[in-house]
């Protein structure tokens, strides 16, 4: 067990108490997330490095090691977006560019006053076109998705910061950290934005 000193005031004053960890992989650190989501973290207290881009943006400077961030106040966040969401979105995103491709194309088709025979090829013709430019955006978004994964790695590993609220949060967060093999396990507290 990581060894801390409690400080309850933190939780009552203009600083933020958080949990941080390094995980040297993206499914540990998937695991890591759900496992603190069951534990009743919320996600929006839960969160990453932005990519190399917004470090530069605003830091001004490049990261080329995850131990220069890990307790940098300044360092720009994002929300982890696990496998399964990303699967969700990629889903969802040739989804609704085939709906979107359909319907448009059937009515075009019938204002048009096609027959059904021709309402039903306008929507068999535009939803696979429709379908083909969603699995193209998939294709970009995935890769974008394995770039960031690949920055990171090449720092060093995925921060996670655990926004904390209340003293018990704390507790529960290292145990969670630490059963997911979780590195550099600590608790730093940060001016409040």
Not at 65 to 88: C, N, Q, W, Y
Not at 138 to 160: H, N, T
């Amino acid at each position: 067990m990581v060894a801390l000193e409690r400080d309850e005031s933190a939780f009552a004053t203009g600083r933020v108490r958080e949990v941080v960890a390094v995980f040297d992989d993206p499914d540990c650190l998937d695991g890591a997330v759900a496992d603190l989501q069951s534990s009743g973290f919320n996600r929006a207290d839960l969160s990453i490095a932005s990519g190399e881009r917004a470090l530069q943006a605003k830091l001004g400077r490049t990261c080329s090691d995850v131990r220069e961030i890990e307790d940098d106040p300044a360092v720009p966040r994002t929300v982890f977006i696990s496998k399964a969401s990303l699967g969700d979105a990629e889903g969802v995103l040739i989804g609704v560019a085939v709906y979107i491709g359909a319907v448009v194309a059937a009515g075009v088709a019938a204002d048009a006053g096609a027959g059904m025979w021709g309402v039903i090829l306008a929507v068999a013709v535009t939803g696979a076109v429709t379908g083909l430019i969603g699995a193209f955006l998939v294709v970009r978004l995935d890769r974008r998705y394995r770039a960031d994964i690949r920055e990171q790695v090449q720092r060093g590993g995925f921060v996670l910061w655990v926004n904390l609220h209340a003293p018990e949060q704390e507790r529960r967060a290292l145990e969670v950290l630490e059963a997911c093999n979780a590195k550099r396990i600590h608790v730093h507290e940060v001016p409040a934005l």
